[in-house]
């Protein structure tokens, strides 16, 4: 089944750096991958959905990017903020024939003024 | 223009005892969708009704019932609660497969 790793350990960086968070899959080829954001207590909020045929999607200071051959996506935040600070999941099309999503555990980003 | 909305926020269970959560959606979208949220685990998907009148099982189905009872309805039965259900229970919407997911706020439940 397919598997989805994203780190677990947090990441930590400086106020107006880039972030750059990595979520990697393996036996599977996900038609289309999407990327959510979730603060503490609250459900997941949707950020951007990159489809196999798309190599890179822009949204404000978010840019990701879809590498169907390392099978990989990388998540970027420019200028990072503060009020960025929360757990960013990975999340891809299920392999279960209908298009569900099977999640990353999500990694924590925390942006320090 | 509510979105999703879960009912109840918080509830708390003997074991052995039922219970019905309720999800509902404004957005006429026409997939919904449970999943449980536990720590270190992720979101994983209970059950999902990809249009009125289908459900389907996901990942993690045993010991949970649905009904999708029109459209913008869709609630999850606990049937004879355990401890192992305790978690974080998610409903969401979708306007069709493939595309983005809308959550509600959750309901915390404790199976003691």
């Known amino acids: 089944s397919q598997k989805i790793e994203q780190n677990s350990e947090a990441l930590n960086i400086q106020e107006g750096k880039t972030a750059t968070l990595t979520c990697n899959y393996t036996n599977y080829s996900p038609a289309y991958l999407q990327w959510y954001r979730q603060d503490p207590g609250r459900g997941p909020v949707f950020l951007l959905l990159?489809?196999?045929?798309?190599k890179e999607k822009r949204k404000e200071r978010l840019k990701v990017t879809f590498d169907t051959t390392l099978k990989q996506s990388l998540f970027h935040i420019t200028a990072s903020q503060p009020a960025d600070s929360a757990t960013y999941l990975c999340?891809?099309?299920?392999?279960?024939?209908?298009?569900?999503?099977?999640f990353g555990k999500g990694t924590m980003l925390l942006v320090s003024p | 223009n509510a979105g999703v909305t879960q009912t109840p926020k918080f509830q708390v269970l003997k074991t052995g005892q039922s219970m019905t959560l309720q999800c509902a959606q404004d957005?006429?979208?026409?997939?919904m969708y449970w999943y449980r949220q536990d720590p270190g685990m992720g979101l994983r998907l209970i059950y999902y009704s990809a249009s009125e009148g289908t459900t389907d099982k996901g990942e993690v189905p045993n010991g949970y019932n649905v009904s999708r009872l029109n459209k913008r309805e869709f609630s999850l039965r606990l049937e004879s609660a355990a401890p192992s259900q305790t978690s974080v229970y998610f409903c969401?919407?979708?306007?069709?497969?493939?595309?983005?997911?809308?959550f509600g706020p959750g309901t915390r439940l404790t199976v003691t």
């Open positions: 999340a891809l099309e299920g392999d279960s024939g209908y298009s569900t999503l099977t």
């Open positions: 990159i489809r196999e045929n798309e």
């Open positions: 957005m006429n979208h026409n997939s």
């Open positions: 969401a919407a979708e306007l069709a497969g493939g595309y983005e997911q809308y």
